[in-house]
């Protein structure tokens, strides 16, 4: 396949429910599809499955071809497209998706495989050249830059199992951490791998029921939600928060922003939602914001150097040269 031919559509939103059609496409290996909590993307090649492809995605904001698609994937993987941009967590999601897609074996899969392995390299590359250092450039060392001094008194409560518990837990330094998650099964599956890497951590799994994860919401000193918001249970987690305790520290919540209804939280004392996050994270230096932009200036040139054939299997085609002209231009 020609990069000319690749395509890329984006839904730049949370989708919560993929459209039917499109969940046949993917499982029939005609088309790439990856959904995260922020976007919905479809990877596909050729203008047939683009005009069979476009209308299933009615929240496409962006279409992108050619060696543009490409330097959309690279930004992308690079987190240079997400709103804590720079992030790695993307990264993991992307290969996650890939590694599911490839194993379908399917045509468009092959076509897309040079395409990915190049892409998996690029990233290493921009990451490695542009963006170490970048700090807080995961929602890990984010929180952890914002939760009390190391060493302070009382447990750290996390709240969630999944994806994003993961990659936090790690960054947690309260005197001890406890886990609470709907599946207790899961919670017990993380804190198992979290003793592992290091087991001096004291980590404490909270039982599963409402009742149980209340009483630890009015225990703990800082408290992280990595679980979406839950009309059911939020106002009474939101009471157990009010509760005096012996050290109040921060409630990171990662699993609402500004967009819904708050009123749920109204009055929880020293909370941050992901959009306070993110607008903080706005405010920093000039420094990060140079190499973001460095980064975004490598994904274009590395889109460029692959149409011009540093593909490893594929020649350059004028088609290609055109959608490089469009790229610097
Ligand atoms: N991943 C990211 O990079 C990222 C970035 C920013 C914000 N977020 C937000 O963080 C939250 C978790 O994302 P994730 O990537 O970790 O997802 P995930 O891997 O699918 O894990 C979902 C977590 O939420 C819990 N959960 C889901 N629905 C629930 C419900 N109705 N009641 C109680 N618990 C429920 C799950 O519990 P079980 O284990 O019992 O299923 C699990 O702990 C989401 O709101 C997401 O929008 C994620």
Redesign the pocket.
């Known amino acids: 396949m020609m990069l000319r031919e690749l395509q890329v559509l984006h839904a730049d939103q949370?989708v919560a429910q993929l459209p039917e059609a499109l969940v046949h496409a993917a499982a029939d290996g005609r088309a790439f599809v990856i959904h995260?909590?922020?976007r919905l993307v479809v990877v596909s090649c050729g203008r047939e499955s683009r005009d069979v492809l476009s209308p299933l995605l009615e929240a496409a904001t962006e279409v992108h071809e050619g060696p543009r698609a490409y330097a959309f994937l690279l930004r992308l993987a690079c987190g240079l497209e997400?709103?804590?941009p720079g992030?790695t967590?993307?990264l993991g999601?992307l290969k996650q998706c890939w590694v599911a897609f490839e194993a379908s074996r399917s045509l468009l899969a092959q076509q897309l495989r040079p395409f990915m392995q190049s892409l998996f390299r690029d990233v290493k590359d921009v990451r490695s050249r542009f963006l170490s250092g970048l700090g807080s450039a995961s929602?890990g060392s984010l929180v952890r830059r914002l939760l009390d001094a190391p060493g302070a008194p009382g447990p750290v409560l996390l709240?969630?199992?999944?994806?994003?518990?993961?990659?936090v837990a790690p960054w947690l330094r309260g005197s001890e951490l406890w886990i609470a998650?709907?599946?207790e099964q899961?919670?017990q599956q993380l804190a198992g791998r979290l003793r592992q890497r290091n087991p001096d951590r004291p980590v404490r799994v909270i039982e599963s029921g409402a009742e149980a994860e209340l009483a630890a919401w009015r225990a703990a000193r800082d408290v992280v939600?990595?679980?979406?918001?839950?009309a059911a249970?939020d106002v009474a987690r939101a009471q157990a928060w009010r509760a005096p305790r012996a050290q109040r520290g921060q409630l990171i919540h990662?699993?609402?922003d500004d967009s819904g209804d708050a009123s749920d939280w109204a009055g929880a004392p020293a909370m941050l939602n992901?959009s306070a996050l993110y607008a903080l994270l706005r405010q920093h230096d000039e420094l990060r914001r140079a190499q973001l932009a460095r980064a975004e200036r490598a994904c274009t040139e590395r889109s460029l150097l692959r149409a011009l054939g540093h593909s490893d299997s594929e020649p350059h085609g004028w088609e290609d040269l055109v959608g490089i002209h469009s790229l610097v231009s």
């Open positions: 949370a995260t909590c922020q997400s709103r804590l992030e967590e993307v999601q929602y709240i969630g199992a999944g994806q994003l518990a993961e990659s998650n709907r599946s899961r919670a939600v990595c679980v979406p918001g839950d249970l990662l699993g609402i992901l």
